[in-house]
């Protein structure tokens, strides 16, 4: 098992900055990739961003490439979202998410708002 607590979350203005954390603990060895999604009000989550934890190749969804930059740091094994540039539209839910595979995302934490406002 694989638990994730994310921290960071906040209010700030558009135009601004936030930097997310995930701490990732038990059998954080399994762990191949991990990923940042997110949901607002009434809309289903979508992916924001990944990184391989091995090899920290990375991929981000068109709306946020350019102003969001996801890494992570194995020793600390914590994965960071680095907010940059922020719009309304980017107000939600943020979850940290961990997968043992390529395929699909196993373990999920439980989330940190993020409120962009105008």
């Known amino acids: 098992q694989v638990q994730l607590v994310e921290s960071g979350g906040g209010m700030v203005q558009a135009g601004g900055s936030l930097r997310l954390s995930c701490a990732a603990s038990?059998?954080?060895?399994?762990?191949?990739?991990m990923g940042w999604f997110r949901q607002a009000p009434g809309k289903e989550r979508e992916f924001v961003a990944s990184?391989?934890?091995?090899?920290?190749?990375?991929n981000y969804a068109d709306s946020v490439k350019g102003r969001f930059t996801i890494s992570r740091d194995n020793a600390k094994n914590t994965v960071y979202l680095q907010m940059n540039s922020l719009k309304p539209e980017d107000t939600a839910v943020y979850y940290c998410?961990?997968?043992?595979?390529?395929?699909?995302?196993?373990?999920w934490g439980q989330g940190t708002q993020v409120t962009v406002s105008s």
């Open positions: 038990g059998r954080t060895i399994s762990i191949y990739r």
């Open positions: 998410a961990a997968g043992v595979s390529a395929i699909s995302y196993h373990y």
């Open positions: 990184i391989t934890w091995s090899g920290g190749n990375t």
